[in-house]
């Protein structure tokens, strides 16, 4: 029997937003690959359905836990629940998050601004605070934390300040966390995904706003690739790290993108 919280198969991996679109991706690869799989979001029913839809497909543990990680205490809770059951954490992957509706900067409110902030940045920065918690003192130490940083993390598309602000973050958040992880072998890196075809990109098909104003649709490519890419970052040996990664479509408007 597996052991879980062992080195090599058996390792216990938590992914954010991890019941819809990207994140769905991605648990399930890791799921395959022998980890047991924690996966957070607000909405408990669509956690427990994707757990049980993985979990019956990899015969693999998957637990479905709500959470609103840009909540401290509901933050520190899911931790909790993680040390208590598998007695460690090797892979947090930080991708839960959201965007306002595309609106010229003057008019966006407040109160969006400050959602976006919580989701996106708040957020991975409590889930990476509780993972060092509990990295830095389990046997054996030291574990990985990958960030979901998007495209928007170096180029942003029009009228979406506040989700680009917080991209931009990510890989500020990224570089702080690989640096000061080092003395307690917490590995960090950050994946920057263009383009993967989700609910969320459907849109993408249509058109979409380009930045100088014209409307045009952009390609897709499989979300299955992102999930492929964090798997081989996660499978690295601790001695070893992606920093940054760019998973994007071929053929999307962003080498040379305005």
Request: overall charge neutral.
């Amino acid at each position: 029997m597996t052991q879980w919280g062992s080195t090599g198969k058996g390792r216990i991996a938590l992914v954010t937003g991890g019941g819809t679109g990207i994140g769905l991706a991605i648990a399930r690869a890791l799921s395959a690959e022998g980890y047991a799989v924690v996966i957070t979001g607000r909405r408990l029913a669509v956690l427990e359905t994707a757990a049980g839809e993985i979990a019956a497909a990899t015969g693999n543990p998957v637990r479905g836990i709500a959470c609103d990680v840009g909540d401290p205490l509901q933050v520190a809770a899911v931790f909790a629940e993680v040390k208590q059951e598998f007695g460690r954490l090797d892979v947090l992957v930080n991708n839960a998050g959201s965007n306002v509706s595309p609106a010229l900067l003057e008019d966006i409110p407040f109160e969006e601004w400050s959602s976006i902030l919580a989701a996106n940045l708040t957020g991975a920065f409590l889930c990476t605070q509780q993972a060092f918690r509990i990295m830095k003192d389990q046997s054996p130490r030291g574990g990985r934390i990958i960030n979901n940083g998007s495209i928007s993390a170096t180029a942003p598309r029009p009228n979406s300040a506040p989700y680009t602000a917080t991209k931009h973050a990510i890989t500020g958040l990224t570089k702080s966390t690989a640096l000061d992880g080092r003395k307690y072998d917490i590995a960090c890196g950050q994946i920057d995904i263009g383009n993967a075809a989700t609910d969320m990109t459907s849109r993408m098909n249509a058109g979409v706003l380009q930045a100088n104003g014209e409307i045009a649709s952009e390609p897709t490519m499989s979300v299955s690739h992102v999930a492929d890419a964090v798997v081989y970052m996660a499978s690295l040996p601790l001695d070893a790290n992606v920093l940054t990664m760019t998973v994007m479509a071929t053929n999307m408007p962003f080498v040379g993108r305005g």
